[in-house]
């Protein structure tokens, strides 16, 4: 399984971005899927979950009522729209595929990971 993600950028405080994460060698309908970060010297952090239904979806607190994760299992490929931007969301943004019915919001379960998308923004 490959995952790609795409999407990041540069964007003042307060813009908008959609990150992707494209999914082949498997469907992305046996995942359930998620988004880390990781801002330079710091951990890799959870952001957001998505179970294989698309039923239950999970948010870091500080991503909550800005970002909206999705899948289109149609097109192979996981979303996460990001509104009102702060200069602290700037990282390397990777997105995670688990095996199972349910997500999780530590990386130890994840099986799969993409190789990351750079998300700046200016302040």
């Known amino acids: 399984v490959q995952l790609q993600a795409s999407g990041g950028g540069l964007v003042q405080a307060g813009g908008s971005l959609r990150l992707s994460c494209a999914v082949s060698?498997?469907?992305?309908?046996?995942?359930?899927m998620a988004w880390f970060r990781q801002a330079p010297g710091t951990e890799r952090e959870f952001v957001a979950s998505?179970?294989?239904?698309?039923?239950?979806?999970d948010y870091e607190d500080s991503a909550k009522g800005r970002f909206t994760i999705s899948r289109a299992n149609a097109e192979n490929t996981i979303y996460l729209q990001m509104i009102n931007l702060h200069s602290e969301d700037t990282a390397v943004y990777f997105c995670?595929?688990?095996?199972?019915?349910?997500?999780?919001?530590?990386?130890?379960?994840?099986?799969?990971w993409g190789q990351g998308t750079q998300v700046t923004v200016s302040s």
């Open positions: 995670a595929a688990k095996r199972g019915l349910w997500a999780a919001t530590i990386r130890g379960p994840y099986d799969y």
């Open positions: 060698g498997r469907p992305v309908r046996k995942y359930a």
């Open positions: 998505i179970s294989r239904s698309g039923e239950g979806k």
